[in-house]
């Protein structure tokens, strides 16, 4: 039989080994507890990066501040490229100039060939007008001629006729007078040389009283409108006369003049 002594010893020994059991289990636990928590992490770690959106990847260059060497190539090619910019931009210049050179050239001729249908519209308005002028004018030249004639043959003898006789001249004075303010004027060519340029020619008469050639008296008068001719003015013109023959036999004898 054992002794207590002996029990004792015993049941201590197999304390101590099932305390270090228990502590070799906890152990292993704890070991184990890890592992399952970190598996479950990157189990859901998986499942998120599944689920969300993938977002691509930025590469970031690293740039250095390191300085640049400019060499004499670079400035001599700096040099070339600014040459050209400045011969580039003198040939735009050159371009611009040109076409501004011609756009003003372009509007001188169309200002001067406006001037020259300005002129011409003018001119040709001024004759439209004169024309027409001319042409009622010359209707009313045969009522002046009806008042001269009127007055040239019309011999008034009694108070009744003489009254008549002002009244009828009171109106051509007053229509010659209108006729005046218009530019109107009456040609008096007696005397004068004549000229066909004012004159027409309707009667020649051999006269000693004036030289060849002078108009001796006007038949229709004529008229002026202004420096233009509105009626050329009917004249006789003296032609120098010619010696009568004297018949003595068969010879002819002209009248010398003493």
Known sequence: ????????????????????????????????????????????????????????EVEVEQTTNSPEIITEDDTKTSNVAS?????????????????????QNQYMRLNADFENFRRRTSREKDELEEKAKKKTIIEFLSVVDNFERARSQLKPSTDGEM????????????????????????????????????????????????????VIDQLVRGYLLNDQVLRHAMVTVATEMEDEPVKDGDNEILLEEE
Request: aromatic share 6%; no cysteine.
């Open 1 to 56: 039989m054992m002794s207590e002594n002996e029990k004792y010893t015993e049941l201590e020994t197999d304390t101590t080994i099932t305390d270090s059991e228990e502590i070799k289990e906890e152990k292993n636990t704890e070991n184990e507890t890890p592992e399952i928590v970190e598996n479950s992490n990157n189990q859901l770690n998986n499942e998120e990066e599944q689920n969300s959106p993938s977002i691509p």
């Open 83 to 103: 040459e050209a910019e400045i011969t580039s931009l003198k040939n735009q210049l050159e371009a611009e100039k040109e076409q501004s050179q011609s756009l």
């Open 163 to 214: 009254a008549i006789h002002k009244s009828y001249q009171g109106v051509y004075k007053t229509f010659v007078e209108s006729l005046k303010k218009i530019g109107v004027s009456a040609m008096r060519p007696e005397g004068e040389l004549f000229d066909p340029n004012y004159h027409e020619a309707m009667l020649r008469q051999p006269t000693n009283e004036y030289p060849e050639g002078t």
